[in-house]
């Protein structure tokens, strides 16, 4: 397996991802994807988009909603499935998202909850194809690789 991580992926979480690919014996390159972060080459139709946690997917799906909508059309269009893998301590499932304390609640009331995200995300799965998966930062490379080796 070699995977192609995206140019524009953080460089300090890109570096601990290879780290983690080295771990692993994964051989990697960087240089820019389409959509999503990760793809492997023997298998360009499945694409992971890395999330550094809830947080994110959150500013995902409200201020920046057009743009990570873009992407989503942007992966169906061609064809890509893509794979939303969000690193999240103590979520396992998009089910676990309904129950999330949003951080941003205690200073901002109006701030989206758990539920509100999961029903955004679970629209996003029915409306694009999008599929969410999630893990804590130390599995995320062995998650990336599990999740590429899919046939689609």
Known sequence: MQIQIDSREHQSERKRIEAQFDELGIQHFCSKL????????????????RKQGLLEVCGNVTQQHERFRAELVRARKTGIKLIVLVEEPGIRSLEDVFFWQNPRRKT?????????????????????????????KRQTGRRIKELLEIVT
């Open 34 to 49: 389409y959509v999503g972060d990760y793809m492997n080459l023997d298998n360009p139709r499945v694409v992971v988009d």
């Open 108 to 136: 901002s009331p109006k701030a989206t909850n758990g539920e509100q995200l999961f029903r955004s995300m679970q629209t996003m799965c029915e409306r694009y194809g999008v599929q969410f998966e999630f893990c804590n």
